[in-house]
């Protein structure tokens, strides 16, 4: 009987280390390009919704969040997750989802503040690979800004962007041809180097009526730069991102877009989806206006 008991007892402790086992068997692999408020955002709304969601299917998740810092440097961290053995990498920003895309065909990557999938891949997006977009609505943006600002015929609008993002050289050829059409004069301020930036956007300031700022990372993580000259210029910003540098936006969600993200990879690891069967989501973007900066601008804030 003492025998029978022990071996029972014994059976009942593999079996919990077994489930232990099972309900800690997922591990995912986060990697962001660089520090800045949409990036933490979306990281933090894709480790929100995986956590939640693994928790009340009886799951435990491992999420590994690395910041690469630099485009040059995702690599590196993709592969650490390679060998790491992930079951999953969520890549925060196109030089990101670039990396891990380039790094393995097998592992389900699912990338987030992404503007548009189709051209950063050039029209063949790996099987592996799915998630969320930030594209906005472009046409609604310029003509809020037109409408904002009473822009009109002649008036110049600079576009800011780093040359080393391919998301803002779609994003700015789409709201040049917009302006274009309204006789509004575009012109493309760049820089490679955030060295270069105080400079360029000096330069910007004392040529322009209007900056228009793409969803861009390089900038958004050091806008302040931006917000300062261009408000010192009594120059309005508008960008595709939100933040506080901007007198308006008609902008997402980027926590939500991340949490959608984490959604996403829960249904491929718990039942089993196929990145290629997920499509590409977008969000709904919402209008803000600060109140503040535009009584600074001089700028009416709508009544509806």
Known sequence: MKKTISMLLTLVMLLALCCSAYADNYTVGVCQLMVHDSLDQATQGFCDAMNKTMQEAGHTVDIDVQVAGDASLCTTVVNAFSAKRVDLIMANATPSLLAAANMTDKIPVLGTSVTDYADTFAGDIPANVTGTSDAVPFAEQAQMMIDSLGLVAG???????????????????????????????????????????????????????????????????????VGTICTENNIPVYTSYGGSICYASLAIDYYQLGYETGLMAADILLNGKAPADLEIKTLTPTVTYNEELCGQLGIEVPAN
């Not at 040049?176 to 006789?183: I, M, P, R, V």
């Not at 322009?208 to 990372?217: E, G, Q």
């Open 155 to 225: 008036d110049q609008v600079g576009v800011l962007y780093c040359t080393n993002e391919s998301n803002s050289l779609i994003q700015y050829e789409a709201v040049k041809a917009l302006f274009e059409e309204k006789g509004i004069v575009v012109k493309a301020y760049t820089f490679s180097e955030t060295t270069e930036l105080q400079a360029v956007t000096t330069s910007m300031a004392g040529e322009c009526k209007a900056v228009y700022i793409p969803s861009d990372n390089t900038v958004a993580a050091n806008d302040t730069i």
